[in-house]
């Protein structure tokens, strides 16, 4: 299947380069995820501009706990703030917000906040904000897994009955589209356990770029690049006439 003039209904970035990108400008991390905040902004812009379905971002990684503590300090209180100055332009706009990711050892008034974003945004439909947050692909889906072990226990569910199906609905992204176009910044190429399941036919691109310098430009050569290529989706390219 040609992506030729199609765009994807699902991107996926992976928002990398934020503390690179500050310390070759001589500044603090901390300027450098500041400046992710408006890279942030200009992609979703770039999104609705180019009638994507959803754009899901990688905000903070079950990994990421690992990290100086002052450092996850400011991506906490950054998050907030986040939340405090965007998400009502956000609403106005029509983009619904979605978080993914455990919640169970955040802070109270930081769920509070998620919860309220994404009830004050449910009813939009120009473009799915998904915010992946305390977020790990692996643990997601044992998850699900759990989820439908317990089903099988209390026999709700035959163990040869479990289908691929079953399984998508029990991850947090149901009942989004699958991933089409992943795009990770900052010249890592890996994906670093970031929607392994829902990736299972994306188109990969790696971007040298760091994430701040992320912009409408960028956005759209990566589009460009999926649309050239031929999704086959495990066949054989079809034969031309």
Not at 110 to 116: E, G, K, P, Q, S
Not at 218 to 227: D, G, I
Request: glycine letters at 6%; aromatic letters at 8%; charged letters at 25%.
């Amino acid at each position: 299947m040609s992506s030729q003039n199609h765009i994807p209904r699902h991107v996926a970035i992976i928002m990398d380069g934020n503390g690179r990108w500050a310390s070759e400008r001589g500044l603090p991390r901390s300027a450098g995820h500041k400046a992710g905040i408006d890279a942030l902004r200009r992609a979703v812009t770039c999104a609705q501009d180019m009638d994507v379905e959803c754009l899901t971002i990688y905000s903070f990684s079950t990994e990421n706990w690992s990290r100086p503590k002052a450092e996850v300090a400011f991506l906490l209180a950054l998050l907030k703030r986040f939340i405090r100055q965007d998400v009502a332009d956000l609403h106005s706009k029509g983009v619904r917000i979605r978080v993914i990711g455990a919640r169970e050892d955040l802070e109270p008034s930081l769920v509070r906040m998620l919860n309220d974003a994404e009830q004050l945004t449910e009813a939009n439909t120009q473009l799915t904000l998904v915010v992946a947050f305390n977020y790990g692909s692996q643990q997601e889906i044992l998850r699900a897994t759990q989820k439908l072990a317990h089903d099988v226990a209390a026999g709700r569910l035959a163990p040869n009955d479990i289908t691929m199906a079953h399984i998508e609905a029990n991850l947090e992204t149901a009942p989004m589209p699958p991933v089409d176009l992943l795009i990770r910044t900052g010249g890592e190429e890996r994906i670093s356990n970031f929607l392994l399941w829902q990736c299972a036919y994306a188109e990969f691109i790696f971007l040298r770029q760091y994430w701040p310098d992320f912009d409408a430009v960028l956005f759209e050569k990566a589009v460009a690049t999926y649309q050239s290529r031929e999704r086959r989706f495990g066949g054989l390219k079809a034969k031309s006439a």
